[in-house]
């Protein structure tokens, strides 16, 4: 891996607008280390880089150079996020859903408040129907 592949860490970091101190907590690599790779000094190994992409919101394609395109498959995975989580039958089931997703791919905050909304759309309108049912088949 080049110099290229701590340019392309270094900006995407920057364009999720977060500190190395920041990514030390999220991800646990010491910001020394961090920085070390954005120097281009030392080189991740394969599942700190998945971990860095996945934060970043971007693809190991993009960090290393190979395309210079630097979120294409995001709209993809948002899509599915959706589908994921309007999948589960509760609102508690989507819940859990958007929290794993959160631990597990670091969704932003925007994602993560749309997917809840979403949510509590979808459930919220199916509990309002199962209580009008109640209500006129008792009658």
Same mark, same amino acid.
């Given at each position: 891996?080049?110099?290229?592949?701590?340019?392309?860490?270094?900006m995407?970091?920057?364009?999720?607008?977060l @500190?190395? +101190?920041?990514?030390?907590? %999220?991800?646990?690599?010491?910001?020394?280390? $961090?920085? #070390? !790779?954005?120097?281009?000094?030392?080189?991740?190994?394969?599942? @700190?880089? +998945?971990?860095?992409?996945? %934060?970043?919101?971007?693809?190991?394609?993009? $960090?290393? #150079? !190979?395309?210079?395109?630097?979120?294409?498959?995001?709209?993809?995975?948002?899509?599915?996020?959706?589908?994921?989580?309007?999948s589960?039958?509760?609102?508690?089931?989507?819940?859990?859903?958007?929290?794993?997703?959160?631990?597990?791919?670091?969704?932003?905050?925007?994602?993560?408040?749309?997917?809840?909304?979403?949510?509590?759309?979808?459930?919220?309108?199916?509990?309002?129907?199962?209580?009008?049912?109640?209500?006129?088949?008792?009658?």
């Open positions: 891996m080049s110099s290229l592949l701590g340019i392309r860490l270094r995407a970091r920057k364009a999720k607008q @500190t190395q +101190i920041q990514v030390k907590r %999220l991800t646990n690599i010491n910001n020394k280390t $961090l920085s #070390g !790779y954005e120097k281009g000094v030392s080189n991740p190994d394969i599942d @700190t880089l +998945i971990t860095l992409a996945n %934060l970043y919101e971007t693809s190991i394609d993009y $960090l290393v #150079g !190979y395309i210079d395109v630097p979120t294409p498959h995001l709209f993809e995975k948002k899509a599915c996020y959706e589908e994921y989580v309007l589960a039958p509760t609102l508690g089931d989507a819940a859990h859903r958007i929290a794993e997703l959160k631990n597990k791919y670091y969704i932003d905050k925007d994602t993560f408040l749309r997917l809840s909304e979403m949510a509590y759309d979808k459930h919220s309108s199916l509990q309002e129907k199962n209580i009008i049912k109640t209500v006129y088949s008792k009658k």
